[in-house]
């Protein structure tokens, strides 16, 4: 091969990587794309997955944390002496009005902090911060810390992508059943007979269109994050047909791995990216039903998309690689004979 058509070769892989790029450009527009993007990648398209199952019957792939909790979450969590208190239902609200604690200034709420969980418990504590994501995961790891089941629901706006809402939902050994709790909301629903539902009631009733479902706050000292039970109801409802559950609970096991904390201070994008390469981040599973076939639909597109992208990419680059290689090596070799 001569110098020139090796050259001709490289700037051909070169384009090829520049086009594939460029075709996922629409979906850099903003953040939200960004994790539909993710999403996409995580997503498991299973046909029929349950929802139903208990913590003594927890799906084989479902990842659950295996790694002890931090010293300092066991420490906080000794220190709000939930050994005291009745059951584990009890403690999840003790564990949540701790989080909310100080939570007063209208203009920090919602404020995302998406750092790791030392940094993110600080500020929520000491300056009232964090969004949905933030309380989720900080709330699991004091829940874990205190031996309590906990698993963890979202739903989207717009089509399985960044705009939406997660929530928690904690096992109840008394009664036998998963509980809702809102933490970044500050509130729980509540059944005819004032008794806590879990999260999947709780949408059913908002599919029916119910709007009164009466609610409690978990910290009623703090700010809620809706005026009333119908507020919380129509919020609810703009995903009804975009919900998904993150397929583990091992926020410590994330929280910890290489990648994630080599990555996690340059970009929160290259962070969840390198914790999916390492094999960290929980997957999604969908609720699946008619009216979000077809939105789920597009999300496979889309992984193959991204799959068949990356693949390009890689492949081009490796060629791209020798033939830069052999260019050099080929000139290097016409110097010497001159």
């Given at each position: 091969?001569?110098?020139?058509?090796?050259?001709?070769?490289?700037?051909?892989?070169?384009?090829?990587?520049?086009?594939?790029?460029l075709?996922?450009?629409?979906?850099?527009?903003?953040?939200?794309?960004?994790v539909?993007?993710?999403?996409?990648?995580?997503m498991?398209?299973?046909?029929?997955?349950?929802?139903?199952?208990?913590p003594?019957?927890?799906?084989?792939?479902?990842?659950?944390?295996?790694?002890?909790?931090?010293?300092?979450?066991?420490?906080?969590v000794?220190?709000?002496?939930?050994?005291?208190?009745?059951?584990?239902?009890?403690?999840?609200?003790?564990?949540?009005?701790?989080?909310?604690?100080?939570?007063?200034?209208?203009?920090?709420?919602?404020?995302?902090?998406?750092?790791?969980?030392?940094?993110?418990?600080?500020?929520?504590?000491?300056?009232?911060?964090?969004?949905?994501?933030?309380?989720?995961?900080?709330?699991?790891?004091?829940?874990?810390?205190?031996?309590?089941?906990?698993?963890?629901w979202?739903f989207?706006?717009?089509?399985?992508?960044?705009?939406?809402?997660?929530?928690?939902?904690?096992?109840?050994?008394?009664?036998?059943?998963?509980?809702?709790?809102?933490v970044?909301?500050?509130?729980?629903?509540?059944?005819?007979?004032?008794?806590?539902?879990?999260?999947?009631?709780?949408?059913?009733?908002?599919?029916?269109?119910?709007?009164d479902?009466?609610?409690?706050?978990?910290?009623?000292?703090?700010?809620?994050?809706?005026?009333?039970?119908?507020?919380?109801?129509?919020?609810?409802?703009?995903?009804?047909?975009?919900?998904?559950?993150?397929?583990?609970?091992?926020v410590?096991?994330?929280?910890?791995?290489?990648?994630?904390?080599?990555?996690?201070?340059?970009?929160?994008?290259?962070?969840?990216?390198?914790?999916?390469?390492?094999?960290?981040?929980?997957?999604?599973?969908?609720?699946?039903?008619?009216?979000n076939r077809?939105?789920?639909?597009?999300?496979?597109?889309?992984?193959?998309?991204?799959?068949?992208?990356?693949?390009?990419?890689?492949?081009?680059?490796?060629?791209?690689?020798?033939?830069?290689?052999?260019?050099?090596?080929?000139?290097?070799?016409?110097?010497?004979?001159?």
């Amino acid at each position: 091969m001569t110098q020139r058509s090796r050259l001709r070769a490289l700037l051909f892989c070169l384009l090829v990587v520049a086009a594939a790029a460029l075709s996922l450009l629409p979906h850099f527009k903003d953040s939200a794309e960004l994790v539909r993007m993710r999403n996409a990648l995580l997503m498991d398209f299973v046909d029929t997955p349950s929802f139903d199952w208990k913590p003594q019957a927890t799906p084989a792939d479902f990842v659950l944390e295996r790694a002890a909790p931090s010293p300092q979450f066991s420490a906080r969590v000794q220190a709000l002496g939930l050994e005291r208190l009745p059951g584990d239902w009890e403690r999840a609200v003790a564990i949540g009005r701790h989080l909310l604690q100080n939570r007063a200034n209208q203009a920090t709420m919602g404020q995302a902090i998406q750092s790791d969980l030392e940094q993110t418990y600080a500020l929520i504590l000491g300056e009232g911060k964090g969004y949905c994501a933030d309380f989720s995961d900080v709330f699991d790891a004091m829940a874990l810390a205190a031996g309590l089941k906990v698993r963890t629901w979202a739903f989207s706006f717009e089509g399985f992508g960044g705009r939406g809402h997660i929530f928690n939902e904690v096992w109840d050994e008394r009664r036998g059943r998963w509980l809702m709790i809102d933490v970044a909301n500050n509130f729980f629903p509540l059944d005819e007979a004032g008794q806590p539902m879990s999260g999947l009631e709780f949408r059913e009733r908002v599919r029916l269109g119910a709007d009164d479902t009466a609610t409690r706050p978990v910290e009623p000292r703090a700010l809620q994050g809706f005026a009333d039970p119908a507020a919380a109801a129509r919020y609810y409802r703009r995903g009804l047909h975009q919900w998904y559950m993150w397929w583990g609970n091992a926020v410590y096991t994330y929280d910890d791995a290489l990648l994630v904390r080599l990555l996690g201070p340059l970009s929160r994008s290259l962070e969840q990216l390198g914790a999916i390469a390492q094999g960290v981040h929980p997957r999604i599973r969908v609720l699946a039903e008619p009216d979000n076939r077809g939105m789920v639909e597009k999300m496979r597109v889309l992984r193959m998309h991204l799959l068949a992208v990356l693949g390009v990419s890689v492949a081009a680059c490796l060629a791209a690689a020798v033939l830069g290689l052999g260019y050099v090596r080929a000139a290097r070799a016409a110097a010497r004979r001159r």
